[in-house]
Each structure stands twice: as C-alpha cells, then as structure tokens.
C-alpha cells in the first residue's frame, strides 16, 4: 500500500562558498551549529561570544563576560541557553534573549577546551588542560560538579556526547568513552595525542583526529579500526573533524588552509576545499543539510553544496 | 404645567377618544412595571420554561436566565445542621429533569420497551410452529410450509441482510458444505407422502443417486441447532433430566410408565424441543407453542426458528456420519456402526482422519543407572579452609580426621606455587622486566637491614611453629596436675599466640607481669607444669601459688579466646588505614608499550582497549535519564583500592632545600600533594601490584618501613626540576618534536621568566612596589615559579614527581629536555591552539597589543640576547616594562597570577606558541 520510499539522493558534499561572515572578534577559536542548524556560535580570541545566522549573514548577538578567550560554545536543544568555556578556566552558561550569564563554574584549574550540553540541557560537560573532564548541573546551583572524570593523563582536547555516553578525547592518546548505562569505561589508545573525537551519527564509531595527521574510524564497541584517513596536515594544533550529516564523508581541517573530506567507507579523499591561507581554525557540520562552517583567521565560512541556490544571494 | 392646568378647567370642551383608563382607585399606588428578572417565562406545570434545557443544552431560566436566584446560587440540600441534619440524598439525572421527559416516549423512559420497528415475530412463533408440527404431523405435510411465503411485511433487519448475503429462509447459516444431496432434501422421486418406503429401497437408491451429482455441487448447510456441550450444573445423577413436561402431559399414556432416565435417542430429539412425530398422535396442543414446563431448566431457546427442513419428510434410518450426531448419537446407532478399536474413541473423528489401525509404539523406559556398590545415601561436609596462619590449626585437625598426611598436601600444592617459585624448580633464568623489586633501588645498607629484619622474624615464625609439636605430647603426659592439664587442654595449639602480642594483663603490677610473660614463655616451649610453678612467686604460699598459675592460664585463654573469637568475625585488613597508603584505580591499564606496538601495527581493538568499571554520579544518571548502573554500590568513579605507597618515591626527593621561605611551604604542599592524591597511576603502581602478591617481601618492606622512615634522606635527584614540567608533554612531545628543535633558539631565556614571575608572585603576596621586585634573587625567583607551577594543576602535581622518577631512573622512557628555557617554552599542555593570523595576514583590531611592543622577530633577538648576556640590565628593564604591562592586563581580568597564558594574537606572530607564565 505504502508507496517506495524515494531514492535516496546521493550524498553531497559542501563545495561552493555561500556566506563568508567577517567576525571581528579576533581569531575565531570555534564555530558552532546549534541544534537544529539554522545558527551558529563564534567564539572569538577577543572574549567574546558571537551568535549569528549564517545562512543570511547576519551577527545576531554578542556575549561578553568571558575573562579570556573563549575555546568552545554549545547551544542547548531548545536554543535558550549557551554554554561555552575559555582560557580563563571557566565554564559559562548563558541566557540566549537576554545575554546575560546564568551560571559560572569554576572550578577547571586551566584552560577549557572543549564544552558540550547533553541532551536535555542539564548537564555542561568540560574538559580541559589540566586533565579533567567535568560534569556540571545547570539545574541546581550547586558550585562544584557533579562528577570529575579524571582518567585522562593529560589534557582533554574534545568531549562529545550521546544520551547516555561521553566521549573524551585526550593529549595521552586515548579516547575514553564513559557508558553511563553501562557503568563502564572504555579506553581506546590512538597513539598520538587526540585534537578532536566525534561520534557517528548511527552511534555505532567514534572518529578521532589526532596529531599524527590521521583521522581514525574506531568501532564504537570493540575498538576496531574501522577506517584510517590521511592526506591533511595536523601536527600541532586543535583542529576539528567532523561526520557529515549522513556519515558519508569524513571531514577534517587542515593547517595547510584546506579542508578535506574523505569518503567514509572508502577512506578515498573526496574533496578537499581551499578555505584561506591560515590554519582552518574550527569546522562544524550541518546536523541534517550538507552545509558546513569554517572557521579560519577570523571568518567563518558557509559552504554548500552544488545544488544549492542561494535566495537572498546576500553573500559575498 | 401651566398647560395641564389650563385643560383641566375647561375640560368640556375637548373632544375625547377612545376608552378611559379606570381611574386609579384612591390610595392605590401605581403598579410597578415588572422588573426584568422577573420578567419569565413559564410553563403549564409552573415551571420556568426552559430556554435550553439541561439535557437540550442547558439548565433552567432562573434568575436572569441563569440557574440561580437573586441571592445567588444555593444547592438545595443544604441545611443548617443547627436545626437538623440533612439526609444525604443520592441524586441521579432524574432529579434534574422534567416529569414528561421521563415518559415512554421521553428522552429517558424508565421502562424498557420494544418499538414496532425492533419488534420481532417473536410472540408469533410459537403459533407459527404449532402451524409447522401441526402441518408436518397432519396428513399432508408441508403445506403448512405455504404459510411462510404470506409473512409479514416487517422482517428484522438481520434477516433482510441475511438475505441480501444470499441466504434463503429455511437454509442453515454458514459456509456452503458438500455434502450428499439426498440427505440434505429428499429426491423428489423418493417423495412420498405419508407412508414409509420400503426400507431397502431407500437405502439402495441413496448409493445410486450419489454418482450423478457432481462433485462441485455445494449446499446450504443444514438449519440445526448445534449440539451444545452444556456441562452438568445441576445435582440431578447422570442422565436424570427431570420430568419431561412433554412425556408427562402426552406421552404417559403411550408408554408402560413415566421414565425419568430416558436414553440418548430420547436426548437428541429433545433437542428439537418437540413431540415426536413418529408417534403420530394427533392432540390439540402440540409444538412449542406449550413453551416450556415449569420443572424444565432451559428456556433459552427462544430464537430457535423451526423449519421443515429440520425434520424428514421420508421415514428412514437415521443418517450416518451426520455433524447432527456426535457423541450424543443414539446408542444402537454407535455400537453398529464403530469397529471395536473406535468404540474407544469417543470424539467426533475430524474429516479426512481416520483413526490409526495400529497404535503407536509405547516410548521405552529406561532403568535408572545402577548405584556404585561402595555408595552410601550420606554426604559429609568437609569445610575447605584457606591457607592461613589462624586456620594452620583447624586444617591440621581436619587433614588428620581425613586422613590426609601433610606431605600428602604439599605435593598437591604446586598451585600455591608463585611465578618466582616455579621459575626456581624450572631453573630459568629471573625476568628482566621493567619493574624490578623494590629491593634494587635500596641502598646497600638499606638492604642489609632487611635482611636482618626479615632473618629475624623468620626465626621468630620458626620459634612460633615448633613448640606446637610438643604441645601435643604434653597434653597426654600424665604429670600434670589437674588444674594446670585442664588449662593446658583448654590452651591448646593456639597457646603461641598468646605471648607474642603485646597484650599485658598485669601491667599494674610489673612483678606479676614479668612472672605471667614467664610463664607463657615456658608453657610455649612446652616444659612441664611442675616447672611451670618455679616462675611463680617463691614468697608465696602455695595456694597462692595456685591460684596465681589459675590466674595465668585464665590470662591467657582469655587473651587467646578474645583473639581468636574476634579473627572469626574479622578478616584481616588488607590495606592499613596509613597515609602511606595511597588509593590507586583497581583496574590498571595496559602496558602502554604493549599499545604503542599494537598501535603501530594497526591492530586496533582488544590490544589497545581497556575497560575498566566505572561508577557514575547518581544525579549525572538521573539528568542523563539513565538508569543507574550499580544502584548500590557508593563508589564514583574507577573503583579505587588503597595500594602500599612504600616505593622508591619515598627515597626519594622532592626539590632541595632553598632559601626561600616560600618555595619550602610550595614544597610542603607539593610533598602533601604528593602524598595525598597521586592519582595518575604510574607503572610504579603496576610493579607495587606485582610486590603486593608477594607477601613476605611487602610484609618486610612494612616492617622495614618504620626505621627507614626515620632516616628517609632523600638522595638528590638530578634534574628533577627538569623534568617535572615535561610531563605532559611526553606524548605531543613526539609529533611535535621538530617544533621543539626549531624552537630551541627561539626560546625566552631564563631570567626573563626569572623577571616576570618575581614580578608576579611577589605582588600576588605582598603587593610591593615593581622596582623593589627587581631585586629579588633570580635563584628564588625561578624555583618560586617552579613551584607554583607545579601546585597550580593539583591533579598533575603529583603525577609530575612520579613521571620524574620515571625519567631519572627508567632508561626506557625517552629522556626528556634538560634544558630549562626548552621545557618553559612548552608549558602548554595538548596540542596548541591554531595561530590567529597565517604570517603576512594582519588583524587590525588587536585590543590586546600593548602600544609599545616590540616586534616579533625583534623580540626574540633580544631574548637570544638575553640568553647570553643574562647581566645585561637595560633588556630586562625593557622587558619589565613589556610583561608588566601584559601582569596589568591580565590582572585586570582578574585571574590568577599562576596560570598560563597564551599570548598568540600579537599581529605577524609566526609561531602560535609565544606563551608567558604568570
């Protein structure tokens, strides 16, 4: 009765510049989708937060209350709130309308690298240098966190988050993956420091980008090498990969200025993008659209795939 | 007015039309109009007239359309309860609703009543059925039958669609079956009314008729009633069915005499609910139409239609095989036509089944197996005892009663054997490992102590052992006195113990616990009781004597008895609550060479993978909305384990004494950090597991702990101080290497950091004035800022020390950068973050640049400069100048002065990782 589901469409990849958004907050250290995809979150060198649409360009608000510059921001799941960390150990929650900050945590004894909401908003996960990874409570106003993960022996570089796991990624070389369900702690070796982790969108793999200018594909429960992608450069900085919104295509950013995609399952490199002449300081994908953000020397990019035409053509 | 007045004296004159108004009678006032709440509408019964009524769409018009009145709305029970009490009424819908609306005919009728259109033929049937019985019992039967044809107009809704699917009145309800045609309607050629054919013919036709029908030819299904299986409810006896209103009235007079156990062929026609027609007696009252007797039980019949298809027109044999017989078939019927294996079978065989002819094989049984002939139908229970020093006893005991000999036992025991032991009897050669005995990093003297503390306390064990043996023999020896043999007895094997503890009984009296420790002593070496006495007070007299032994012995059963009763409840704790004890992670992690190596050869999984049980927050379960993993457990985190921290960290050194005062309190806090929280495990952990398993050695090393403590001199570690900062950087130290070798010359010298963190730490302390700062040592200064450094991560702190040892002692382990200036240009930890700006590109909003900044490349010429001419006094005024004005900024973001900062937005910087310690 049910008519065929239609064709799948072949994955796309973002290939045509559509927005360049000049920030002017300095080097933008993270650019981040919100949840459904339709802003994103700047984080500048100049302390501040900046929320934007990027599909039409425009900067949307300003967020300042940061001591340092601020590393990562995260947007909860109903837009209300923002999280986002800096240099200057702390961990903030803001208020998305009225720009204010909701709650502090103090508490990381360095910089705060990375920063993540969980599915419902409350919990803020951190991690930082000083080898922590820190859960706080957005709904009490309890000062201390919930719960330390301190297994990492070295700083924490990225976390990420499913509904029931968190996912680190440290300098030591491990990928360290907390199954709340499961009560267990799965520690996977990579052998060379870890700049960024990602979890597949099946949640089957985690992908982890580490300085040995690999990006690797490990199978989320046995810790198999699934995939092995390689061709960009990263060798010191924090750079971020990401999955594309189908996870056809593995992404990551290059210190040579480019952008390179590679093909999942192929591990074949599908695409590379020139986005400038610096390092390509932050990445972030669409979570459903191929559409991609790029962050280099204090712009951010909007790239799109072929198809797609622009409306407002209010672009560069 | 005037005019009124003017009309009224000459009122004659006007000409007036129409009737007059009566005149208002006098004193009666005018009549109000009426108000508008009043102003109501009501039927022929008094009541307001419902606008909308409540079950048509609303309450009653009270006042001003609403329910209530003027004083509001108040609910008709209620009573003052001064006066009296109001009963509860229970009021239902028809409280509320209008006398007429309960009628027949009315939105709730109280009585149940049948419509014409829902009306059946019920009251009919019964006349219609006598018409039937009466038409099929007459002369002529079925022509009753035309009286179907002429029915009502009315037929029920169910026979209408009945009909619409195709049925015909008369037909069964159901599937069309194949059947034979002649059991379902007579041949016509066969149709012979009123009298009976001859019974051979009947028969023999039926066959032949069969092979002209063709196979494909369906029917109607039969219009029976089914055969219901209704269960025995009543308390009659079997088959008893009560008098049978029918037999009663009719058949009586028929029959030798009323029988109430009538037999099965008298059931199934009675199914029919009818006369039998073979009678053929022609009564004025006949069928249904007598309903059903006062003594009969089931009436439910009342639907039943009866049609002449039910009945046979032709008088024959009953039919066989019909669905209309089951089990109830007529008994004659059954014991013609079922062989004598069916008679068993007393279900309806199902079409296309036949019951099997032969039956099946019955399953074999087999015989329990035969008993062993030396099996005895009682177990005992020998308990299993653990290796131990409190249970060697009660195993002796046991083993003798088994019959076990010793030796017996130790053959058996070469699992108890360790790796060492085995290696030893296999005469292979000792492991080179990584993680030697602890006994290597001791001093020569240290050592030799050891061994004297371990010799000694073999031989004391020995001493503890051997007196067991005699002990035995003394208790049989029949020179004891009564009193002393019964404690002896009492004693027993556990009689070591007792001594060797420092438990003193008689500590009031030092004379008296001098004799008991004596005496204790020589009951262990297992003397007589005679001599046993001589330790006892000579001045005394003898029954004092007596008493004082009595005294002893209760001494020391007491003693043992407490000890032993106590061990019972008590397991012995593995890890003493000591702060030199320290809680490490359970689960240890792998080797991390082993990884490295797997890593390197792509074998990802098992190899590089470690699991570990992890213990999350219960509030982080619950925001997770996860259910709690170990709901009872109150652990968090890796489940920890207190580990013995007696390792060489305790030999050896946190940083050399200093002149200043601050940098020692740094150390203490480092030292307590140290020795309170090492968290990060090290492979120092792993090889104090391993010195765990051994008893002896950790129980030596314990021993041997308490005098080493005192003189803990700690031997100076050589680069110590170096290597703590490049901890963290042993992992990225390998992909960025290249960057360290580049950097080299690049790297800020010393005494700038020397500058700037006398700068930094004395302000944050005393807040003195810049200049005064200028003069601090640069000696101190630069160990202050060591130090800070390494308190600042506590979680890293500790973790520095123990990655130091690694560095100082394990060749293995890569060796980190002696050089200070290389180690302070990487205190950032992890990958570095990208640089603001690729080199050329200039950012021109740069709130953080201070105006006077030198250039970069101009900067680090001047930091080489530096590096060689450390006296030289105008560069550090300069940089002075530069980083006080960045200790400014930074103090205006309100951080801590201890903390790394990142300086990287400066325009042109190649490099990311112009870093400055605060």
Known sequence: MAFPQPRPSRPELPRQRVQTLECGQGAVRAVRFNADGNYCLTCGSDKTLKLWNPHKGTALRSYQGHGYEVLDAAGSFDNSQLCSCGADKTVALWDVATGKVLRKYRGHAGKVNCVQFNEEATIIVSGSIDSTVRCWDCRSRRPDPVQVLDEAKDGVSSVKLSNHEILSGSVDGHVRRYDLRAGQLYSDYVGSPITSVCFSKDGQCTLAASLDSTLRLLDKDTGELLGEYKGHRSTTYRLDCVLSERDAHVGCASEDGYVYFWDLVEGSLALSLLVGRGVVQSLCFHPTLPCLLAATEGQVQLWREDSFQAQGDTGT | ????????????????????????????????????????????????????????????????????????????????????????????????????????????????????????????????????????????????????????????????????????????????????????????????????????????????????????????????????????????????????????????????????????????????????????????????????????????????????????????????????????????????????????????????????????????????????????????????????????HLQKVLEESTGKLDSDMRQQSRHALNASQRREQLGETGLKGPAPSVLEYLSEKDRERLKKVKQASEQKMKAKIIPQEPQNSRCHSASLDGASHKWLKFLGPQLANAGSSDFKPFAKNPEKQKRYEFFLKSLKQGEEADTLEQYLDPNTTEWEQEREQEEFFRAATFYKSSNSALSSRFTRAKYEDDIDKVEVPRDQENDIDDKETAVKMKMFGKLTRDKFEWHPEKLLCRRFNVPDPYPESSIVGLPKVKRDKYSVFNFLTVPEPTTSVTQATNEKVQQSNSLNKPKKPSRWDVSDKEKEKKDSISEFISLARSKADAQQQQPPVPATEEGRTGLSESLPAEAANEDKNQEEESKPSMDLFKAIFANSSDEKSSSSEEESEEEEQPATSVVDSETTKQVDPPGSSSSNVQENVVAATDPSVPLLPTSKQELDATEEFGPKLPPAFSSGCTWQQEPEVPASFPGPSKREKKRKNRQKHKTKREHKHKKEKVFNLNKLFIDSLTCQSNCFYYLCCYPGLPRPNMKMMF
Request: some cysteine; hydrophobic content about 30%.
């Open chain 2, 1 to 392: 007015m005037a005019a009124a007045e003017s009309s009224e004296s000459d009122e004659d004159d006007l000409v007036s039309y129409g009737t007059a108004l009566q005149p208002l009678p006098e004193g009666e006032r005018l009549k109000k109009p009426v108000p508008l709440q009043e102003q109501t509408v009501k039927d022929a019964k008094g009541r307001y007239q419902r606008f909308h009524g409540a079950f048509t769409g609303g309450f009653s018009a009270g006042y001003f359309n609403t329910v209530g009145t003027k004083e509001g709305w108040a609910p008709s029970t209620f009573v003052s309860s001064r006066q009296k009490r109001a009963d509860r009424t229970v009021l239902g819908p028809e409280d509320f609703m209008d006398e007429e609306d309960l009628s027949e005919f009315g939105i709730a009728p109280k009585s149940i009543t049948t419509t014409d259109d829902f009306a059946s033929k019920a009251k009919d049937r019964i006349k219609e059925k006598a018409r039937q019985i009466a038409g099929v019992v007459a002369a002529i039967p079925g022509t009753t039958a035309f009286d179907d044809l002429i029915g009502p107009s009315k037929i029920t809704i169910g026979v209408e669609l009945l009909r619409k699917m195709g049925w015909k009145e008369g037909q069964g309800i159901g599937p069309r079956v194949k059947r034979k045609p002649r059991r379902q309607k007579p041949d016509p050629a066969v149709k012979i009314y009123g009298c009976a054919l001859p019974p051979g013919l009947s028969e023999g036709s039926e066959d032949e008729e069969d092979e002209y029908q063709p196979e494909n030819v369906t029917f109607a299904p039969k219009d029976i009633m089914p055969v219901d299986l209704t269960p025995k409810e009543n308390i009659h006896g079997l088959g008893y069915k009560g008098l049978d209103p029918s037999q009663a009235l009719f058949g009586a007079s028929g029959r030798e005499h009323l029988n109430l156990f009538t037999g099965d062929s008298e059931d199934t026609s009675n199914l029919i609910g009818d006369l039998r027609p073979s009678k053929g007696r022609k009564l004025g009252i006949t069928g249904q139409a007598f309903g059903v007797g006062a003594l009969e039980e089931e009436d439910d019949d009342i639907y039943a239609t009866d049609t002449l298809s039910k009945y046979d027109t032709v008088l024959k044999d009953e039919e066989p095989g019909d669905g209309f017989y089951g089990w109830t078939a007529p008994k004659q019927y059954k014991a013609k036509k079922w062989s004598e294996g069916e008679v068993k079978y007393t279900g309806r065989i199902l079409d296309g089944f036949s019951l099997a002819s032969k039956s099946s094989t019955p399953s074999k049984i087999y015989p329990p197996p035969p008993l062993p002939r030396n099996y005895r139908p009682v177990h005992y229970f020998r308990p299993v005892i653990a290796d131990g020093n409190e249970n060697c």
